[in-house]
């Protein structure tokens, strides 16, 4: 029985009761949810973690990607990598390898990740298919399915699937004229694939045959954006649009099967749109949880991508976004090093604590309110215990050190905080 079924019966599992202790609601509340497919718990009963909650009146969440390319392969540094994102406070991680041992690489992440494991597996099956037959486009059906049911063997929490290109989409992609057409790694192996195959997109034409595997490992689907947009001018086009509208029909018939799934979003998205492509989604979807990347509201922050995302992420998860994918500041770049993670780990989790501020989660400004009072009180061991990066405020104050231990060097003796508390006690005196 999966975790939609379990709860449409009334039953509160001890999976349930766990997460809505952590979120501090009822578990009456969360399981109801569970059972419309507004919240999904991502956690594999092969894989031994504190079960994840995403979705509606729940803290926003944030995943990191990390993984190797034919350039890098690593699996010390993804190690390393996998260490910094939980250290920092990623709710999950995404293993995007396309290099290398990718299955070597992949289970050595979920033995070792004490957080939700999420993967591509239309990335291991392309890449087999190149490396044992020559070409993406003689990638099998049977091929992709197999990866994706390997996958949910080995415990991965849950997987992106790329269901909503279809032929029609396609074409719609081909009359818009796009300025970057699809920038989706797993949407470009299926097109390529469809186009090659003259095939309608597997994931789409076989879908209640992914939906058994999913319904077999109670595995959590996230519906990817293969047509996001990859540019502000292709922001919230018919394109993304249309593949957008058969999300929306896919995430019925999962529901109504008992599979959870997750919708995936933008992408870059001028500041002006975000609102209005998480409402659109939330309508569409009949408010699924949304998993969105950034999205990045400028095209030009190369080298700083991870605040163009923290901007665009904390007015999405403001507006109702539920899941929100780091990006770290090497993006269109590079791989990301591991000083990359921690840079997008920290700045994804500003903008869904900002975003949880702004939905009024409950206990999330109480964090605020304590720095507040540590500053007052000029307690830096405080401060610094309730920091997002407590070595770099230690290493910082120690490279610059005030005069007045109890201050700081940019106003040194004439600290605002000190200044106003000693005239107001001279004047109460």
């Known amino acids: 029985m999966t975790r939609i079924e379990s709860a449409r019966k009334g039953i509160i599992t001890d999976e349930v009761k766990q997460v809505a202790l952590m979120e501090g609601i009822e578990p009456e509340r969360l399981s109801q949810d569970i059972g419309s497919g507004l919240v999904v718990i991502s956690r594999n009963t092969n894989h031994d973690i504190n079960p994840l909650g995403i979705g509606k009146g729940l ?7 990390i993984g190797t390319s034919k350039d890098r392969v690593s699996l010390h540094e993804e190690v390393q990598k996998l260490g910094v994102l939980v250290k920092y406070g990623a709710d999950a991680v ?6 290398g041992p990718i299955r070597e690489i992949r289970k050595l992440l979920l033995r070792k990740s004490s957080v939700s494991v999420g993967t591509v597996p239309i990335y291991e099956a392309v890449a087999r298919s190149a490396e044992v037959k020559g070409a993406i486009s003689k990638m099998s059906i049977d091929d992709l399915f197999s990866t994706i049911e390997e996958h949910a063997q080995e415990g991965v929490d849950f997987v992106t ?113 975000v609102e209005l492509n998480v409402k659109m989604q939330k309508e569409i979807c009949k408010g699924a949880p949304f998993y969105v990347l950034g999205p990045l509201v400028t095209d030009i922050a190369m080298g700083y991508d991870h605040i163009a995302a923290a901007i665009g992420g904390a007015l999405a998860g403001a507006a109702g976004a539920d899941f929100l994918c780091y990006v770290t500041p090497s993006e269109h770049i590079r791989l990301p090093n591991v000083e990359d993670v921690k840079e997008g780990v920290i700045a994804s989790k500003i903008a869904a604590h900002a975003a949880d501020i702004a939905k009024g989660v409950k ?34 104050r120690s490279e610059v050190p005030p005069a007045e231990s109890e201050v700081c060097s940019m106003c040194g003796e004439f600290c605002a905080i000190k200044t106003v508390e000693e005239a107001l006690k001279r004047k109460t005196d």
């Open 161 to 273: 699937v790329h269901c909503g290109l279809t032929r029609k989409t396609i074409q719609t992609l081909r009359e818009d004229g796009r300025t970057l057409d699809i920038v989706s790694r797993g949407g470009a192996f299926l097109l390529e694939w469809m186009i090659y195959n003259d095939r309608e997109n597997p994931l789409y034409e076989y879908y209640d045959r992914l939906l058994d595997i999913a319904k077999k490992y109670d595995l959590t689907l996230s519906l990817g954006d293969a047509a996001r947009p990859g540019c502000l001018a292709d922001a919230t086009d018919r394109t993304q649009m249309d593949e957008l509208l058969t999300l929306g029909e896919l995430r019925d018939r999962a529901v109504e099967q008992g599979v959870q799934v997750i919708i995936e979003g933008p992408g870059h998205v001028p500041l002006h749109q």
């Open 94 to 99: 995404m293993d995007l390898s396309t290099g």
């Open 59 to 65: 803290k926003t969440k944030i995943n990191a990607n």
């Open 363 to 396: 206990g999330v400004l109480d964090v605020d309110v304590a720095m507040a009072k540590r500053r007052k009180a000029l307690d830096w061991n405080g401060q610094i215990a309730l920091c997002l990066d407590p070595e770099r405020v230690k290493k910082w």
